[in-house]
């Protein structure tokens, strides 16, 4: 069988754990690819809301094997805390878990790092969750990081102790934060202790195995296609690649098992933190799209900048990515609006308009070229089926399939599974 993938097209919060959720029954195993903590997919069942940050958002079926990658950056204290939280809900997840060996962890002195860091930074700062990911990736790079298979070897508190030693040298070139280094050590070697326990594997040949028994394999990116860290708004970015390319080495599959790639849009556009954003909205609309969506961070808490669908933007990481299928969500959310607009071209500082998102979008773009929509002003939330829609919303995922020349597969209406249009 063959691994289709499903990530997102924006700057993140498109809505991943939902739509994995609800495909999660199609396959035999979701695999997390990349990232870490600082991602925050949000699953509505019913009147429960569960946020997942690294465990893959396929737990809530009970055959469904759960994969962290070798991509993936752990911080054992939130893993734990991520799982504790489930079997609170009623729900343990270990049975169905499995964490790759390679996989990098995340020291507390990581996150002080990566705090003092940001904190540094003043008005430069890029938007930093301060979950440790970056110093992680950072020691991943520069062949110092500790893995997950290393807690079981004889020397693990020793190579602790010399990369902390490290970090600790590195973090006096910065102003001082306020930081219980020995309380968060402390519980760090309680959750490895956790960690020990689960089931570890060697995820590549664990993967594959499955392939080659006709497994069924989703991979589940985090974040967003434009955080991408070589092809994202860097410096305004994530450290892992969150594009389809990223798959390959974080779960270690070769290129040729990708089957399927499903990218997942809002019908508007949101980002979290620093970085360009042309299509963002700074009036009364974009505050609305706030409140409606609800566009606050999973996983920092905080607003979200909000503003129209960006055309040029989208077919630039459709390209990258290789999408085979779309994923429209939040549609319901501009039915608040009487019109809404999509970006259609860039007008650069040179005076040329153009369709490709330029080197440096911050400072190359000067204004943005809008196509207006009429809204339907009608609570779509509860329909079932496309034809049901009114035609101002067809019309408008009819727009984005041939702009983007991409299938629209699904669209989310709402956050419960049940809140879902499947096209097919």
């Excluded at 990081?145 to 010399?162: E, P």
């Excluded at 669908?309 to 630039?316: A, E, F, S």
């Excluded at 650069?348 to 929509?373: A, H, M, V, W």
């Amino acid at each position: 069988m063959a691994v289709d993938v499903l990530l997102g097209l924006q700057w993140g919060d498109e809505g991943k754990g939902k739509i994995v959720d609800h495909l999660s029954d199609r396959y035999h195993a979701i695999c997390r690819f990349q990232g870490g903590p600082n991602a925050g997919h949000t699953i509505k069942i019913g009147k429960d809301k569960h946020v997942l940050h690294t465990i893959p958002s396929g737990v809530f079926r009970p055959d469904t094997m759960n994969v962290v990658g070798s991509g993936v950056v752990i911080d054992p204290i939130t893993f734990q805390g991520e799982i504790e939280g489930l079997q609170r809900s009623g729900l343990d997840c270990t049975p169905n878990l499995y964490i790759s060996r390679k996989a990098h962890l995340i020291l507390p002195t990581h996150r002080y790092l990566d705090a003092a860091s940001e904190a540094q930074k003043g008005a430069k700062k890029i938007g930093s969750t301060l979950r440790g990911i970056g110093p992680t990736y950072m020691d991943k790079t520069g062949r110092n990081g500790l893995r997950v298979g290393d807690i079981t070897q004889s020397d693990f508190k020793k190579r602790y102790q010399s990369l902390k030693n490290k970090h600790l040298k590195l973090a006096s070139i910065y102003p001082e934060i306020e930081f219980n280094l020995q309380e968060e050590e402390a519980k760090w070697f309680t959750a490895i202790d956790r960690l020990m326990k689960l089931q570890l594997i060697d995820c590549e040949y664990f993967i594959n195995d499955l392939l080659k028994n006709g497994k069924n394999i989703l991979a589940e990116g985090a974040q967003g296609s434009m955080l991408d860290i070589t092809y994202g708004t860097y410096p305004y970015v994530t450290s892992s690649n969150t594009t389809t390319a990223g798959v390959c080495t974080g779960l270690g599959v070769p290129p040729s098992s990708i089957n399927k790639v499903i990218g997942i849009t809002k019908a508007y556009c949101t980002r979290v933190g620093s970085g360009p954003f042309p299509t963002e909205l700074f009036d009364e609309i974009g505050e609305k799209l706030m409140e409606e969506g609800k566009e606050y961070g999973a996983t920092t808490g905080r607003a979200r900048r909000c503003g129209w669908i960006d055309i040029p933007q989208l077919k630039y990481v459709v390209m990258l990515n290789g999408v085979t299928e779309l994923v429209i969500t939040k549609l319901d959310v501009l039915s608040v609006l009487d019109s809404f607009n999509a970006g259609m071209f860039y007008s650069l500082n040179n005076g040329e308009k153009s369709e490709q998102l330029p080197f440096d979008p911050e400072n190359q773009i000067r204004d943005i070229d809008y196509r207006t929509f009429q809204g339907w002003k009608n609570d779509i939330s509860q329909v079932k089926s496309f034809s049901d829609l009114p035609e101002q919303a067809t019309s408008f995922v009819q727009f984005l399939e041939k702009e983007l020349n991409v299938p629209v597969k699904m669209i989310s209406i709402g956050p419960e599974r049940t809140q879902t249009i499947l096209m097919d």
